[in-house]
């Protein structure tokens, strides 16, 4: 039996911070749909069903098969999975008199109960839900309730079922850490032992059986997934790991430089290639942001195809996937429709004819910086914020050229500065500057000018599924506006996007 928890997604929001929270534990879980549950299920030591945005009494609403399940190990419902599993022995679950949504407090705890013993009574727990249940069945009986819920967590005699109508996983429980320990570590018994070093040691071994002396060819982006995925193989099979970074003519202001350097003292094998014209080429006369990601997408396959067959015998291409990319192609609703074309470079290894290796594809973002840390990866590298696959090509609206190019890495290159200098850039999870399709008046000196506008965009985030605009000083805002109009010809007016994600996204393309 693996020391490992089962998570069936029902399409909740909230799926991959439980899976995270349960690894802040130091225990390996996976996320699976509710309707593809893995074959191999007596290998997890415990089970938890997601809320969902659905209700139980939707016609077509999600309905898991437990029979391997049910009694045979632990199982933790979370609000529609609890729900769930009291309307399918016979409960009642019904339309809210109270819809409860945020912050709750529980007002009854059964301090016998190894589910919420060591929770205290008026603890702040985050509730979201439209239905709840008002009649438990037989066998089932209360654990915790809050003021307008007589029903916040329930358990089943003779068997290690809970449910919990409320979300132990958000920040906003205070206490929901405490629960998730007593149900991960205490009631199903995993040990905690999934910690950066042990991932680094288990990977390695497996990579060594899998790769042998065979070749790997890896496309360095300079970010932090790939860079994470280039040292954890240059560990495992050195020099046999060829790493290509391509300059697409749309990276920041000497990052292709900058990026190449900071290679150096890694000891990894790199070959930078400076592709630039040949996107700008593909990319002439095309406004339509897909067009633009498709554009850049086929011309960095032919690049890199025909760099890496510069080297014999490569049998491996490694990507720098991580477990939320493998989680949205094997989602509740199947691969998303919204996938962006500049991250669909599926076509290589088919183009190639090479199998493919994704040592990191277990990790979420921030379990990739922490297995970074213990590899030794610079700070420098692990810090930098997300830059997206096509660059600036998709914070230049409109078409691209050269000249654009250059106006926008003029200004991202004092605004990103900036951050850094004032200390901000580490409060930032990313940052950047669009270059707006649009002129307006200005003044400078005696003369009207008619010059370009940018706006600049900074956010926090976790993992960039939600994200809200950072309220960053006037005072400092002021001064990179000023920088930026003064030392960027063509520039006269500078914006702040002060949208969140939803509805904004992050990038206006």
């Not at 654990?143 to 916040?152: F, G, L, Q």
């Not at 042998?212 to 790991?241: C, E, F, P, Q």
Request: aromatic share 8%; proline share 5%; hydrophobic share 40%.
């Amino acid at each position: 039996m693996k020391n490992a928890i089962l998570i069936l997604d029902f399409g909740s929001q909230y799926t991959q911070l439980i899976a995270r929270r349960v690894r802040e534990l130091n225990v390996y879980c996976e996320i699976h749909p509710f309707n593809k549950i893995p074959e191999n299920i007596e290998d997890f030591k415990g089970v938890i069903l997601s809320g969902s945005p659905y209700s139980v009494r939707d016609e077509g609403a999600p309905v898991p098969r437990l029979e391997n399940i049910r009694g045979a190990k632990p199982l933790l419902g979370v609000c529609y999975g609890a729900q769930f599993l009291a309307q399918a022995d016979g409960g009642n679950v019904m339309p809210s008199k109270t819809r409860e949504y945020g912050r709750a407090n529980l007002a009854y705890i059964d301090k016998a109960n190894r589910l919420v013993w060591d929770m205290s009574r008026g603890s702040q727990v985050w509730m979201s839900h439209g239905d709840t249940i008002t009649a438990l069945p037989k066998k089932f009986r209360v654990i915790a309730s809050t003021a307008d819920v007589d029903v916040a967590g329930f358990k089943v005699d003779g068997e290690e079922t809970y449910g919990i109508q409320f979300h132990p996983e958000v920040y906003h429980s205070e206490e929901g850490k405490k629960l998730l320990k007593n149900y991960v570590i205490d009631i199903c018994g995993c040990e905690p032992d999934w910690t950066p070093a042990s991932f680094v040691n288990t990977t390695i071994e497996e990579l060594k059986e899998k790769l042998g002396d065979d070749k790997v060819v890896l496309g360095l982006s300079g970010g932090v997934d790939s860079s994470v995925a280039a040292v954890l193989l240059h560990r495992t099979i050195g020099k046999n790991l060829y790493c290509i970074f391509v300059d697409n003519g749309l990276l920041r202001k000497n990052e292709f430089a900058d990026v190449l350097h900071s290679y150096k003292d890694m000891g990894l094998n790199v070959r930078g290639v400076d592709a630039s014209r040949q996107f700008y080429s593909a990319l002439e006369g095309i406004s339509d942001p897909e067009g633009k990601r498709k554009a850049i997408g086929k011309t960095f396959i032919d690049v890199f195809n025909a760099e890496a067959h510069k080297i014999e015998n490569v049998k491996w291409l490694a990507q720098g996937t991580i477990y939320p990319d493998v989680i949205e192609s094997v989602s509740v609703k199947g691969p998303s429709a919204t996938i962006k074309s500049h991250h669909n470079v599926g076509g290589l290894p088919e183009i190639m004819h090479l199998q493919v290796v994704e040592p990191l594809k277990t990790l979420f973002k921030d379990e990739v910086r922490r297995v970074g840390k213990e590899l030794g990866v610079k700070p420098e590298i692990l810090n930098r914020h997300p830059f997206p696959g096509p660059g600036l090509g998709i914070r230049i609206l409109g078409d691209i050229t050269p000249e654009k190019v250059a106006t926008l890495q003029e200004v991202d290159h004092i605004f990103i500065k900036a951050l850094k200098d004032s200390g901000l850039y580490d409060e930032v999870w990313q940052a950047g500057a669009i270059l707006l399709p649009i002129q307006s008046v200005g003044v400078m000196g005696d003369e009207r000018t008619y010059e370009r506008v940018v706006a600049l965009r900074a956010v926090g985030s976790t993992d960039g599924m939600t994200a809200d605009w950072i309220h960053l000083p006037y005072d400092f805002l002021a001064k990179v506006s000023n920088d930026i109009i003064n030392k960027v010809k063509g520039v006269n007016r500078v914006v702040y996007d002060i949208s969140s994600k939803p509805p904004a996204t992050i990038e206006w393309e």
